[in-house]
Nanobody, 115 residues
Framework: QVQIVESGGGLVQPGGSLTLSCAAS????????GQWYRQTPGNLRELVAG???????EYADSVKGRFTISRDNTKKMVYLQMNSLKPEDTAVYYC?????????WGQGTQVTVSS
């Protein structure tokens, strides 16, 4: 049974840092691509960062230079290091692991950037 579980969210002051973790189980993880999305009330879920099974990364323009996505195939984990956080980064962050037409989502973790 496939499970995707995010952790690491919380409350942080502007300019602060957080690292989100995404734990995958029940799959051959190294064959999958990993992504982080975020969503705020009333808005569509938006892609924040992605990492392919070949470690090719991509970022939304709004987070380039501040966020870093990485993966550890041995631990079946995807990480999102978030630095220089801004109030507009406040959202529920979701991990997605996908390959071809197969896609799995976690339950989300709340990130709130506020003083």
């Amino acid at each position: 049974q496939v499970q995707i579980v995010e952790s690491g969210g919380g409350l942080v002051q502007p300019g602060g840092s957080l690292t989100l973790s995404c734990a995958a189980s029940g799959m051959k993880f190294d064959a999958y691509n990993g992504q982080w999305y975020r969503q705020t009330p009333g808005n569509l879920r938006e892609l924040v960062a992605g990492i392919s099974n070949y470690d090719i990364t991509e970022y939304a323009d709004s987070v380039k230079g501040r966020f870093t996505i990485s993966r550890d195939n041995t631990k079946k984990m995807v990480y999102l290091q978030m630095n220089s956080l801004k109030p507009e980064d406040t959202a529920v962050y979701y991990c997605n692991v996908h390959r071809h037409l197969t896609s799995y989502w976690g339950q989300g973790t709340q990130v709130t950037v506020s003083s």
